[in-house]
Nanobody, 123 residues
């Protein structure tokens, strides 16, 4: 599965951005998707996830401000970010959790990452 993220940019505090992540390849192997972010000098952290059925979960720091949605017809997952804060500045990555089976019918679980898109929030 290949993931292409886009939509990052520079925005003032309090503003909004919407990130997109388009999946291609073996779409049927995807069991769930998520957004992560990595700020300078910090470890990559989970922002939120969405299941194939559309259930989403978020880290406490973005609850009520961020929302993940999906358009299955377009193989696209979105991250709507509202009320942005300077501390939201980071490179944002989308990820897909994959489950597929080998020729010997053995399950393989993998995670595929998109290339990242920069979000900068100015104060």
């Amino acid at each position: 599965v290949q993931l292409q993220a886009s939509g990052g940019g520079l925005v003032q505090a309090g503003g909004s951005l919407r990130l997109s992540c388009v999946a291609s390849g073996n779409i049927k192997s995807i069991t769930g998707m998520g957004w992560y972010r990595q700020a300078p000098g910090k470890q990559r952290e989970l922002v939120g996830t969405i299941t194939n059925s559309g259930s989403s979960n978020y880290v406490d720091s973005v609850k009520g401000r961020f929302a993940i949605s999906r358009d299955n017809a377009k193989n696209t997952v979105y991250l709507q970010m509202n009320s942005l804060k300077p501390e939201d500045t980071a490179v944002y990555y989308c990820a897909a959790d994959l489950l597929y089976y080998t020729d010997r019918d053995e399950p393989v679980v993998e995670r595929s990452w998109g290339q990242g898109t920069q979000v900068t929030v100015s104060s």
